[in-house]
């Protein structure tokens, strides 16, 4: 039979500007957290990560907020280029259990 | 570092056969993690270790899978028999600290294809 596949979200950013991927996790004992970047053919990469007693965490061109209250992960990324193209996964880890993936979220660049 | 290699980049087997598909983790990591990632189900942890021990396998979808890690340097997935629902990319990643509170390295994955 024809088999259905994970529908990911995708957001379209036109080049130069912010992009803003969100991630809603699902327990709320979760304590740390992971963004990660995985280009095609190739495997994730890490970008950024954050703690709970933290709201807000920068990297370069990329910034992590934190919103335990309704449990919301976003990050985002400035004057988005093309290598930026790829497909974006939140993690969450609570405490005593290994990583919990988010299904992805695809960004798609526009010239 | 050359990072994480895993090896071979491509599989393609036929139903009942074993794969063996393997993995180099970075030197001086001392947790090894097993990835599955399929557009139906995502990325999926099927097992992890930590100092060459397996800690958790509770994500071995059956049997047929299994996983060891002899050395700090060398682990090894092998499926037997295969079914074609074993077709998947099959990620392995290290990091240096134990469990997941920290960066994960993946290798570039195995593409396994099993008709």
């Known amino acids: 039979g024809e088999s259905v596949g994970l529908h990911l979200p995708t957001l379209s950013v036109q080049e130069g500007d912010n992009s803003i991927i969100n991630c809603a996790y699902s327990n709320s004992a979760s304590d740390y957290f992971i963004w990660y970047k995985q280009e095609s053919g190739k495997g994730p990469q890490f970008i950024i990560d954050?703690?709970?007693n933290m709201d807000k965490r920068q990297g370069q061109r990329v910034t992590v907020l934190l919103n335990k209250t309704v449990k919301h992960l976003s990050l985002q990324i400035a004057a988005t280029q093309p290598g930026d193209s790829a497909v974006y996964f939140c993690?969450?880890?609570?405490?005593?259990?290994?990583?919990?993936w988010g299904a992805g979220t695809k960004l798609i660049i526009k010239p | 570092d050359a990072g994480v290699i895993q090896s071979p980049r491509h599989e393609v087997t036929e139903m009942g056969q074993e794969v063996t598909l393997r993995c180099k983790p970075i030197s001086g990591h001392n947790s090894l993690f097993w990835y599955r990632q399929t557009m139906m189900r995502g990325l999926e942890l099927l097992i992890y270790f930590n100092n060459n021990v397996p800690i958790d396998d509770s994500g071995m979808p059956e049997d047929r899978f299994s996983a060891k890690m002899p050395n700090a340097s060398f682990s090894t997935l092998k499926i037997q028999p295969s079914e074609p629902r074993d077709s998947a990319v099959y990620f392995c990643?290290?990091?240096?600290?134990?469990?997941?509170?920290?960066?994960?390295?993946f290798g570039q994955g195995t593409r396994l294809t099993v008709v």
């Open positions: 990643a290290s990091s240096l600290l134990q469990g997941a509170r920290t960066e994960a390295f």
């Open positions: 954050i703690r709970s």
């Open positions: 993690a969450e880890n609570p405490p005593g259990y290994q990583l919990i």
